[in-house]
């Protein structure tokens, strides 16, 4: 089943969509580097698919323009089917952000996730320093609710330009780089009342 937007569709993920992943393009922010997917060979595609789809507790669609052409995916996890909440996970081709695509599939994916999951928050986790994503998530709906320092798995270069101007996201201690994780939350009120707003 395909769920259509203006411009993008939503369905459930699958193997030819991974395969599609490996002509995005790349991020040139060397702090978004774990987006960078490498997915050479089938096994490895069929494992990333695995690890997305086996669980009963997460659910992944694939976000793909009219032409059928993948641009990215999102999805839930951890999801509590009594509490009705779950983590969201997403991630375009950077060829394709700045587009309004993240927002159009992911209002899509809410839209289906609080109206026919019957789902009541979603959570996610986003770094400080991807702002970009925060201004995104901002304006669907999610609200900040707390943040946590992470560990920065990444090899850190201080010299990076892309380090200095977040170097507020940082910290080092005891020789160990941690970042800092935004918590935010949007319930199914918090959603409806935006869509609201948006048709007036």
Not at 160 to 175: A, H, Q, V
Not at 181 to 186: E, K, L, P, S, T
């Amino acid at each position: 089943m395909k769920i259509y937007g203006e411009r993008v569709y939503l369905e459930k993920l699958k193997l030819n969509h991974i395969d599609q992943m490996q002509k995005w393009g790349r991020h040139n922010n060397t702090l978004l580097e774990d987006y960078n997917y490498s997915l050479e060979n089938l096994s490895m595609r069929k494992m990333f698919l695995f690890e997305r789809t086996a669980s009963p507790f997460k659910k992944y669609y694939a976000v793909c323009l009219h032409d059928g052409k993948m641009i990215g995916f999102i999805g839930v996890r951890n999801i509590n089917y009594i509490k009705k909440t779950s983590l969201l996970g997403i991630v375009f081709d950077p060829n394709h952000l700045n587009k309004g695509y993240g927002t159009e599939g992911l209002q899509l994916f809410l839209r289906m996730y609080f109206n026919e999951m019957k789902m009541k928050i979603m959570y996610l986790e986003v770094a400080r320093f991807n702002k970009r994503a925060i201004r995104a998530y901002e304006k669907i709906g999610f609200k900040y609710m707390a943040e946590y320092l992470d560990l920065y798995r990444n090899q850190m270069n201080y010299e990076d330009i892309n380090y200095l101007e977040n170097k507020n996201s940082f910290i080092e201690t005891d020789g160990m780089v941690y970042n800092y994780i935004h918590v935010m939350r949007i319930t199914e009120n918090d959603f409806k009342e935006m869509e609201i707003e948006n048709e007036i």
